[in-house]
C-alpha cells in the first residue's frame, strides 16, 4: 500500500511498477533477443558476450524507476544474473522501492549455488536502505466485509454445484459461449478447457500438476478477472511442485487483482499439510544418507525446505483470505475500467 500511495504521487513518468516474477521475465525476454541478434560465432572463433549490462542500460534508458512488489527469489536462473543486472542499473542511475516478506540475507535461502548468489544481497545493501515494517499483525486477516461465498470444500453437500451455479451466474453476464480457449504464451500453447469471455473454470490439475510457471500465469490474468479453482487438493509437503505453482498462482493473480473462487479438500487455513515426511521425502532422505551427506548439506540439495514452503504458503493463505473480501472482488471487476 505504502509503494502505490508513493508511486502513484511520483510526477516523472519515466517509471514502472511490476511485479517482480513479470520483471525477470522481460529481462529473460531481452537477454534472448540480444543474443539473436549476435552475428554467428564461427568455428574456433569463441567470443565470449555479456548481455546483462547491455539489458540494464536498455532498462535504464526507459525508466528511472522501478517498484517492484514482491521481491522474491526462488529460480536459480534468476539468481545467477541477479548482482549484474542491478549492478548495472544502479550505476545507471534507476532507483529501486520493492517490498519483500524477507530481509536480504534470508533471499534466496538454502537455494542452489547459494555461494554465487551471495554478492548480490552486498550490491542491495550499498544501494538501497533496508526498512523493516514487520508488526507481527497481518493486516489482510483484519476485519472486513466478505464478497459471499468464495471458498467452498468439496465435502459440503452441494459445493459443486453451488460452484457450477456462480459459473453460470458470471457466464450469463458474458457477451461470449462457454468453450476452451488456448493462450499462447512465449510460442508455448496453455489450454483451458472452460472458458467464457473474461471468466476460466480450471481444475487445479490444468494450473499446477502442468509444467506452468509465472510468464502462464501472468497470460492468464491477463486474459481473465475471475479464476474458479476446483479439486485443490490437501496439499502435504511432498507436493513440493504442485505447492509451489499454487503460490506462483496467487502471488500473480493477486498483484493482477484476478478474482478467484475455490472448491478444495481443506479449509484455507489447513491447506498445507506441516507434518512428517512422505513416502517419497523419506526416500530422498535415505538415499542422501547412503551418499553420506550431511545434514547440512542435504538440506540445501533442494531449492526450498519444508521451512520455506510453509513460509510461502502463509503469505498465499493471507492473500486468498483478502481475496475474498467485497473490497478485493469490486476492485477485480474490469468490466467497469
Known sequence: MLMD?????????RKKRVHFN??????????????????????????????????????AEETCLICFDEFQVVDIADAMILKQLFEGLFKCGVVVVATSNRPPEELYKNGLQRAAFV?????????CRIVSLDTGIDFRTREMKPAGRLYYISSEPDAEN?????????AF???DVTRPRVLN??????????????????????????PLGAGDYLEIARCFDTVIIRNVPYLQLGMKDQARRFTTLIDNFYDQKVRV??????????LLDQGQMTGEEARDRLMLDELGLTDEASKRITLFTADEEIFAFQRTVSRLAEMQTEQYWISGDRSQS
Open 5 to 13: 500511495l508513493f508511486y502513484s504521487f511520483v510526477e516523472n513518468r
Open 22 to 59: 513479470g520483471f525477470m521475465l522481460d529481462v529473460h525476454r531481452r537477454i534472448h533477443k540480444l543474443k539473436q541478434s549476435l552475428p554467428k560465432r564461427r568455428i574456433g572463433k569463441m567470443t565470449m558476450y555479456d548481455p546483462i549490462f547491455p539489458v540494464a542500460m536498455e532498462i
Open 119 to 127: 554478492p548480490f544481497i552486498g550490491v542491495l545493501k550499498e544501494y
Open 162 to 170: 453451488a460452484v457450477n451455479a456462480l459459473f453460470e451466474e458470471l
Open 173 to 175: 453476464r458474458q457477451n
Open 185 to 210: 504464451v512465449q510460442g508455448r500453447e496453455v489450454t483451458l478447457s472452460r472458458t467464457c469471455g473474461t471468466i476460466a473454470d480450471c481444475s487445479f490439475q490444468e494450473l499446477c500438476e502442468q
Open 261 to 270: 473462487v475455490m472448491l478444495a479438500d481443506a479449509p484455507l487455513d489447513r
